[in-house]
């Protein structure tokens, strides 16, 4: 981002913003992101939007809209009465295997006019146990998808034995369990040092993982399979792969479309950063004082220092450009220090702007994000949870 596009929005913060730090959607930027994601899903793969990294109800709505999609992976068992009160053909599948007494929870609370569909995730026998006596306590009976380890190794089922005593438990109690689909996430493609396994090696080797329990699971349990079978896979890290070659069918991704930090790959170079914190400077001070060593106010300072709302967030600092934190004086989420160049012109009641580096750890932290445009602010509240 050029240093002009900073000022300017300096200026209309000044002018229209809230004096706090403040969230920032670049709304423009949001919107072309998802004309290039547009532009590069097949037709085979479904978009689905995880909603831990888009957590807020704008956002889902413009994704869902431009992609054509209700199908969304929630981590957050709250956030599924925010999706199934805007969507009503909402499909939601679990990113991770939930508890037994807040599945059992959230089905106390659910009234019996809501008939959500739910695929929830199961990652060995004695969790889909659980979840059978439940079915069975509700007479109910649950959608189940299958989390497989692609390569990851943070659970799931990791080898065919496992895989077949899953699918005889679900053929077995029919009334009670349905088989909805496979989940395989391969996070660890793009993260593996290239030395271990290029990424191209990674995807192949997670991708015949994945056929291998698919082809158990249409040669031995026919019974089970059937076209609308959910296989989900990828991330966006690793969605353009997916796009180019992929044995799923339901694709599911987020914080590509706002590009924080953490997802600077050269596969998604196409995208860019539509999501900023913007912070006033409290406080600007000569040079930085450390406590106890006040002999070194004597030396000659190159960096001013500048005390900012708030900080300790999970972002960089990116402008004014040459920002950095100070190495000894320490971190503070109340008035974090920043050193400037000397040659660096701010005043207080002037901004300083962040980068997330991850979008789901941000976004709670602010109960409105603020969607930028033509030099106007339109508030729009985050998930309450």
Same mark, same amino acid.
């Given at each position: ?14 002018? %229209? ?5 403040? #969230? =920032?959607? /670049? ?6 992101? $998802?004309?290039?994601? +547009? *532009? ?73 006019? %809501? ?5 929830? #995730? =199961?990652? /060995? ?6 979840? $059978?006596?439940?079915? +069975? *306590? ?73 056929? %291998? ?173």
């Amino acid at each position: 981002m050029q240093s002009n596009y900073f000022q300017e929005l300096t200026q209309h913060l000044q002018q %229209q913003g809230s004096g706090t730090p403040q #969230l =920032i959607l /670049d709304l423009k930027t949001y919107q072309r992101n $998802l004309e290039v994601v +547009q *532009s590069k899903l097949p037709m085979q793969l479904k978009p689905r939007l995880v909603v831990k990294s888009l957590a807020n109800m704008q956002l889902l709505k413009l994704a869902s809209e431009k992609l054509n999609s209700q199908r969304f992976m929630v981590f957050h068992l709250p956030h599924i009465s925010e999706i199934i009160q805007t969507f009503q053909q909402a499909d939601i599948l679990l990113g991770k295997p939930m508890p037994i007494h807040a599945v059992e929870r959230f089905y106390q609370a659910t009234t019996s006019n %809501q008939q959500p569909y739910i695929q929830w #995730l =199961i990652d /060995d026998v004695e969790r889909l146990k659980q979840y $059978l006596q439940l079915a +069975q *306590s509700l007479n109910i009976c649950l959608n189940v998808n299958i989390e497989i380890d692609v390569g990851l190794h943070r659970g799931g089922v990791q080898n065919s034995q496992q895989f077949i005593a899953l699918m005889e438990l679900i053929q077995h109690n029919a009334t009670h369990l349905k088989l909805t689909g496979l989940m395989g996430y391969d996070a660890h493609i793009a993260k593996l040092p290239k030395i271990l396994k290029s990424p191209d090696k990674s995807y192949q080797q997670s991708q015949q993982i994945y056929q %291998q329990y698919k082809t158990i699971l249409q040669q031995q349990f026919p019974d089970l399979w059937h076209e609308g079978l959910c296989f989900n896979g990828g991330g966006s890290p690793t969605f353009m792969q997916h796009c180019q070659h992929s044995i799923c069918n339901d694709l599911a991704f987020g914080s590509m479309l706002l590009k924080p930090g953490d997802f600077d790959l050269e596969n998604l170079s196409a995208l860019n950063c539509a999501l900023w914190i913007a912070t006033p400077v409290l406080k600007v001070l000569c040079y930085s004082q450390l406590p106890g060593l006040e002999l070194l106010n004597h030396l000659p300072h190159k960096y001013k220092a500048v005390f900012v709302y708030g900080g300790y967030w999970q972002a960089n600092y990116i402008y004014p450009e040459k920002s950095k934190l100070h190495s000894l004086y320490g971190r503070s989420s109340n008035q974090e220090m920043l050193l400037l160049p000397k040659s660096c012109e701010i005043e207080r009641d002037e901004y300083v702007f962040l980068r997330p580096t991850q979008s789901e750890a941000v976004i709670p932290q602010f109960a409105q994000l603020y969607a930028y445009t033509q030099g106007k602010f339109e508030a729009w509240d985050n998930f309450r949870e």
